[in-house]
């Protein structure tokens, strides 16, 4: 299994869609084989448009506001007394995290497809705020599924929701989380997709809706690589980019421009959701070696028992708790061009708190396993390592969350 | 291959009307009630599919969902689908059996293997809601060795000439999603317009029995009855539900559900 240099890691899938021959694909019911096919078309034809690609960049431009903020995190830097702690600040985008360049994407492309209507799922309901906020620019109707334990902890971002219009279908089913949401929502499109796009929240899902995430939050990357010549004259030659991995996306958007440079230059470090310290459940099929399933059509590292069901995660952070991960990144990972590893809700919280008492910025849970696992190492590197961690969404959405677990000073 | 399947149907057509499948869950309230189902409704009906639950079902809707659920939370295991069907093939009376499932579970067993345990327990084929073509072509022709038929779905949006490609893979049964929906969806679609549909799938290959499934009950199955075969899922699997809520026997009431199923399409 090789990653090859010069293609963008989206486009590497063989034609069934599987990485390295064995993940991702198109494990559907047979009624959704013709709508993903159309789908792809489109997008083939349209990532090479470059009427399209200049009209998605207007957007990016002007609605999603580019480029987020590449900063220097000083104070938390002289504390750490370690390597240089960066942070891309992608919590500046429009809505507050990277779910809104997927989420515009695939409004551009239902419109271009005559798709009067948007069905997408959400865990910690950002890319379903997104999602709402995109098909509301767009024009589009909007109906986000959500797990009901979601819809509880992640309130404020249901209200975003209900306010651009979305309907907002409560998912009863399993752990009512993430996981569930996504089935219900593929059933959804199973049913309507005559008349309905489907937009699925992160680098998963069947191989096309992988390709189309990644391609739309790359852009990260690109800002980032810009951003960082411009700080350093070129790319540092000790890099390392941390980001927090749910489904993949962000980490995907934030590492796809680097990906030819050699790993010993240009370090990706995707941290999953270990859990609570106590709980043996957990949302990281990377760190903790599960095995290859097939989940909401495609096939990768996913949590399951020996029979092959599906089995239920816990993380404090609403959108890391799923228990499958893209494709992409089980190729990253057994190529080795990226090390994965784990944080758990204390390590998380305490990033969180470490953070916000040093610097000016409030990541929220997702990030916040990010930064756990990026300040531990960079207290053991060299000053001219620069360590940049994606700050993907901010933590007005976990207020309930922090206030009970952290007390009222830290909301 | 001969595979009893075939005379189901040829049984059906003797006596002028479509062969009848029931779908139950294995394990669906308990292991023992699954079987004893299994064996009340073989007076009626023709084939029976056997759902082997799982807990991600992307494409089934609430009925088949809380009966898989049910199952699983009951403690079923594949070992006990396979157990099942051992049992309810020593019935004298026993009919051709398909397991119904999700691919994750064959792709966990190892497919020679599960491959291997049907033939032993007597599985007659095998439907595999998120395994289409092509991505089962090779898996196809394993179970060809086995004579086991892999039953291809085809959909209202299957094109046509991906419904002749499909065709041409296939076993000699294969199988009609009557319109999108998941299972358990209302009929959204006239049964006419369902008809027209199925009558070009049966032109592209004649020989072939196509059964038509997803949202018929006993209100709408007599106006299917020109298919070779009918399925009837969710309407049973509610049947179950409401008999446990109710506090009354579920092997009888499904019986009675079936028994009417079957008068109907006579
Ligand atoms: C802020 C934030 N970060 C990360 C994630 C995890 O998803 P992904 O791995 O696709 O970036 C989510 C998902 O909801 C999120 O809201």
Same mark, same amino acid.
């Given at each position: 299994?090789?990653?090859?240099?010069?293609?963008?890691?989206?486009?590497?899938?063989?034609?069934?869609?599987?990485?390295?021959?064995?993940?991702?694909?198109?494990?559907?019911?047979?009624?959704?084989?013709?709508?993903?096919?159309?789908?792809?078309?489109?997008?083939?034809?349209?990532?090479?448009?470059?009427?399209?690609?200049?009209?998605?960049?207007?957007?990016f431009?002007?609605w999603i506001g580019?480029?987020t903020?590449?900063?220097?995190?000083?104070?938390?830097?002289? !504390?750490?007394?370690?390597?240089?702690?960066?942070?891309?600040?992608v919590s500046d985008a429009n809505g507050g995290a990277h779910k809104i360049y997927n989420a515009t994407v695939h409004c551009?492309?239902?419109?271009?497809?005559?798709?009067?209507?948007i069905?997408g799922d959400t865990g910690a309901g950002y890319a379903g705020k997104m999602l709402s906020m995109a098909a509301?620019k767009?024009?589009?109707?909007c109906?986000i599924?959500m797990?009901?334990?979601d819809?509880?902890?992640q309130?404020p971002n249901?209200?975003a929701m209900?306010?651009n219009?979305a309907?907002?279908?409560?998912?009863?089913?399993?752990?009512?989380?993430l996981?569930?949401a996504v089935?219900?929502?593929?059933?959804?499109?199973?049913?309507?997709?005559?008349?309905?796009?489907?937009c699925v929240g992160s680098t998963v899902?069947?191989?096309?809706f992988?390709?189309i995430c990644g391609w739309s939050t790359s852009q990260i990357?690109?800002?980032?690589?810009?951003?960082?010549?411009?700080?350093?004259?070129?790319?540092?030659?000790?890099?390392?980019?941390?980001n927090c991995v749910g489904g993949g996306s962000s980490s995907f958007g934030f590492?796809?421009?680097?990906?030819?440079?050699?790993?010993?230059?240009?370090?990706?470090?995707?941290?999953?959701?270990?859990?609570?310290?106590?709980?043996?459940?957990?949302?990281?099929?990377?760190?903790?070696?599960?095995?290859?399933?097939?989940?909401?059509?495609?096939?990768?590292?996913?949590?399951?028992?020996?029979?092959?069901?599906?089995?239920?995660?816990?993380?404090?952070s609403a959108g890391l708790?799923y228990?499958?991960?893209s494709?992409?990144?089980?190729?990253?990972?057994?190529?080795?061009?990226?090390?994965?590893?784990?944080?758990?809700?204390?390590?998380?919280?305490?990033? !969180?708190?470490?953070?916000?008492?040093?610097?000016?910025?409030?990541?929220s849970?997702e990030p916040?396993?990010?930064?756990?696992?990026?300040?531990?190492?960079?207290?053991?590197?060299?000053?001219?390592?620069?360590?940049?961690?994606n700050s993907c969404g901010d933590?007005y959405k976990?207020?309930?969350?922090?206030?009970?677990?952290?007390?009222?000073?830290?909301? | 291959?001969?595979?009893?399947?075939?005379?189901?149907?040829?049984?059906?057509?003797?006596?002028?009307?479509?062969?009848?499948?029931?779908?139950?869950?294995?394990?669906?309230?308990?292991?023992?009630?699954?079987?004893?189902?299994?064996?009340?409704?073989?007076?009626?009906?023709?084939?029976?599919?056997?759902?082997?639950?799982?807990?991600?079902?992307?494409?089934?809707?609430?009925?088949?969902?809380?009966?898989?659920?049910?199952?699983?939370?009951?403690?079923?295991?594949?070992?006990?689908?396979?157990?099942?069907?051992?049992?309810?093939?020593?019935?004298?009376?026993?009919?051709?059996?398909?397991?119904?499932?999700?691919?994750?579970?064959?792709?966990?067993?190892?497919?020679?293997?599960?491959?291997?345990?049907?033939?032993?327990?007597?599985?007659?084929?095998?439907?595999?809601?998120?395994?289409?073509?092509?991505?089962?072509?090779?898996?196809?022709?394993?179970?060809?060795?086995?004579?086991?038929?892999?039953?291809?779905?085809?959909?209202?949006?299957?094109?046509?000439?991906?419904?002749?490609?499909?065709?041409?893979?296939?076993?000699?049964?294969?199988?009609?999603?009557?319109?999108?929906?998941?299972?358990?969806?209302?009929?959204?679609?006239?049964?006419?317009?369902?008809?027209?549909?199925?009558?070009?799938?049966?032109?592209?290959?004649?020989?072939?029995?196509?059964?038509?499934?997803?949202?018929?009950?006993?209100?709408?199955?007599?106006?299917?009855?020109?298919?070779?075969?009918?399925?009837?899922?969710?309407?049973?699997?509610?049947?179950?539900?409401?008999?446990?809520?109710?506090?009354?026997?579920?092997?009888?009431?499904?019986?009675?559900?079936?028994?009417?199923?079957?008068?109907?399409?006579?």
């Open positions: 299994m090789k990653l090859k240099k010069g293609i963008p890691l989206i486009d590497q899938g063989n034609k069934l869609g599987f990485w390295g021959g064995k993940f991702g694909g198109n494990f559907v019911p047979e009624t959704l084989k013709k709508p993903i096919e159309d789908l792809e078309i489109l997008f083939n034809k349209l990532k090479k448009d470059k009427k399209f690609i200049s009209e998605r960049d207007k957007y431009k002007n580019t480029p903020r590449f900063i220097k995190l000083e104070n938390l830097t002289k !504390y750490v007394g370690g390597a240089q702690i960066w942070s891309k600040v551009l492309l239902a419109k271009r497809s005559g798709k009067k209507i069905c509301k767009f024009g589009l109707k109906k599924f797990g009901a334990k819809i509880e902890r309130q249901v209200r209900k306010k219009g309907e907002v279908v409560p998912v009863y089913s399993g752990s009512q989380t996981v569930d089935s219900e929502c593929m059933r959804f499109w199973v049913a309507n997709c005559d008349t309905t796009a489907m899902g069947p191989a096309i992988v390709r990357s690109r800002e980032l690589k810009f951003q960082l010549i411009n700080e350093f004259g070129s790319i540092p030659k000790k890099l390392k980019l941390y590492w796809n421009e680097f990906m030819d440079y050699d790993k010993k230059q240009c370090e990706f470090i995707g941290v999953e959701a270990g859990g609570p310290k106590k709980s043996k459940k957990h949302a990281a099929p990377l760190t903790y070696g599960s095995k290859i399933g097939i989940l909401h059509g495609a096939a990768q590292y996913v949590n399951q028992n020996s029979d092959g069901q599906i089995e239920e995660t816990e993380s404090i708790d228990p499958g991960i494709p992409l990144h089980c190729f990253l990972k057994d190529t080795k061009r990226a090390r994965y590893t784990a944080a758990s809700d204390e390590d998380a919280l305490s990033a !969180y708190k470490l953070v916000t008492k040093y610097e000016k910025l409030r990541p849970l916040s396993h990010a930064f756990s696992v990026a300040i531990k190492e960079a207290k053991k590197m060299s000053k001219n390592t620069i360590v940049v961690v933590a976990d207020k309930k969350i922090l206030k009970k677990r952290l007390g009222k000073k830290y909301v | 291959m001969f595979n009893p399947i075939d005379l189901a149907f040829k049984k059906a057509k003797e006596e002028n009307r479509p062969a009848l499948l029931t779908y139950t869950v294995a394990g669906d309230n308990t292991k023992k009630k699954s079987l004893v189902i299994l064996n009340a409704v073989s007076k009626y009906a023709d084939i029976l599919e056997l759902g082997v639950p799982h807990n991600t079902p992307v494409a089934d809707g609430s009925q088949i969902q809380t009966s898989a659920y049910r199952a699983i939370k009951n403690g079923i295991k594949i070992e006990d689908v396979f157990w099942i069907v051992k049992r309810y093939k020593k019935n004298k009376n026993s009919k051709p059996i398909i397991l119904m499932g999700y691919y994750n579970m064959i792709f966990q067993y190892g497919q020679k293997k599960f491959l291997e345990k049907c033939k032993k327990v007597g599985v007659n084929g095998l439907i595999i809601v998120d395994f289409p073509w092509p991505e089962n072509k090779s898996f196809t022709k394993k179970c060809k060795r086995k004579s086991i038929y892999l039953i291809q779905l085809l959909s209202p949006t299957t094109s046509k000439e991906r419904l002749k490609k499909i065709i041409k893979d296939s076993h000699p049964m294969n199988y009609f999603i009557s319109m999108l929906s998941t299972t358990g969806g209302k009929l959204k679609v006239s049964p006419k317009k369902i008809m027209l549909n199925y009558s070009k799938i049966k032109k592209i290959n004649p020989k072939k029995n196509v059964v038509i499934g997803f949202g018929i009950t006993e209100k709408s199955i007599k106006s299917l009855n020109k298919a070779d075969g009918l399925v009837v899922g969710s309407a049973i699997c509610k049947e179950i539900t409401n008999s446990i809520q109710k506090r009354q026997n579920p092997v009888t009431n499904v019986a009675n559900l079936v028994k009417k199923l079957k008068n109907k399409i006579l």
